[in-house]
């Protein structure tokens, strides 16, 4: 089945750039879409089709994709984006969603 | 605005059901697939199923296949979650989203999840 693979943490201070890796075979070649989650419980849409945003997510959200990696970039990083990430993607040999491990991004 | 509601959850004891509802509003429910997701206390998310906006087709992970079934009600704005044999890795909160499409599929808006555990 495939896999993604995203690094367990990121830490960065407020005001600088985060950017939040996701590893897959060949993932360049799917769509990915990231999920941010904060204690609430419900995640967030905040990336779909590797760089578009839902309305209502800021600017400061933008997301590549290329050959084995898809990134999530949050610029001006805030307080308020302190939270874990998922990246996903459908698997349509086998159709099924698949996600990441999760990133727990931390605002120093 | 779009809203989604789940309900159901509970203890309920290793290898029985419960039926999971998912009760939504603010968009043309039989225009839009539908998913269920679950996530472990302190854990990652997990797909657990999708269904077409018609019924027509379904998709499930090969943790809780044949053992789940996703079905909807389109006249009733519901979408639904049955789960037999349960066991106690199927303890987690369980929820429900609304699929989109681009390039693959993924969930554009969710709920706030309803808690299954499964305990003897």
């Known amino acids: 089945s495939y896999v993604l693979t995203q690094p367990p943490s990121v830490s960065v201070a407020p005001g600088q750039t985060a950017r939040i890796t996701c590893g897959g075979n060949?993932?360049?070649?799917?769509?990915v879409h990231w999920y941010q989650q904060k204690p609430g419980p419900a995640p967030v849409l905040v990336v779909y089709d590797d760089s578009d945003r839902p309305s209502g997510i800021p600017e400061r959200f933008s997301g590549s994709n290329s050959e084995n990696t898809a990134t999530l970039t949050i610029s001006r990083v805030e307080a308020g984006d302190e939270a874990d990430y998922y990246c996903?993607?459908?698997?349509?040999?086998?159709?099924?969603?698949?996600f990441g491990g999760g990133t727990k991004l931390t605002v120093l | 605005q779009v809203q989604l509601v789940e309900s159901g959850g509970g203890v309920v004891q290793p290898g029985r059901s419960l039926r999971l509802s998912c009760a939504v509003s603010g968009f043309t429910f039989g225009s839009y697939g539908m998913h269920w997701f679950r996530q472990t206390p302190g854990k990652g998310l997990e797909w657990v199923a999708v269904m077409w906006y018609d019924g027509s087709d379904e998709y499930y992970a090969d943790s809780v296949r044949g053992r789940f079934t996703i079905s909807r009600d389109n006249s009733k704005n519901r979408v639904y979650l049955q789960m037999n044999s349960l066991r106690a890795d199927d303890t987690a909160l369980y929820f429900c989203?609304?699929?989109?499409?681009?390039?693959?599929?993924?969930?554009?808006?969710w709920g706030q999840g309803t808690l299954v555990s499964v305990s003897s």
């Open positions: 996903q993607v459908w698997d349509s040999r086998s159709d099924v969603v698949v």
């Open positions: 989203a609304r699929a989109a499409y681009a390039g693959g599929w993924y969930g554009d808006y």
């Open positions: 060949n993932i360049g070649s799917k769509s």
